[in-house]
């Protein structure tokens, strides 16, 4: 069974705390899903050598 991924990638607009900008402080770049469209469990995993 596989899980998919779903989010975005997000930026802090470096004008946001300033009293010139009135935006959203945090601006979505893009989605996820175009960087990674299938499952594969081999990039999750960690190499724990111990």
Same mark, same amino acid.
Request: charged share 10%; no cysteine.
């Given at each position: 069974m596989s899980?998919?991924? @779903?989010?975005?990638?997000e930026f802090r @607009? !470096?004008?946001?705390?300033?009293?010139h900008y009135d935006g959203e402080p945090w601006v979505a770049a893009m989605d996820?899903? !175009?960087l990674y469209d299938e499952?594969?469990?081999a990039a999750f995993a960690s190499d724990t050598k111990g």
């Open positions: 899980t998919g991924i @779903h989010g975005g990638i @607009h !470096p004008g946001a705390g300033t009293d996820l899903w !175009p499952t594969d469990y």
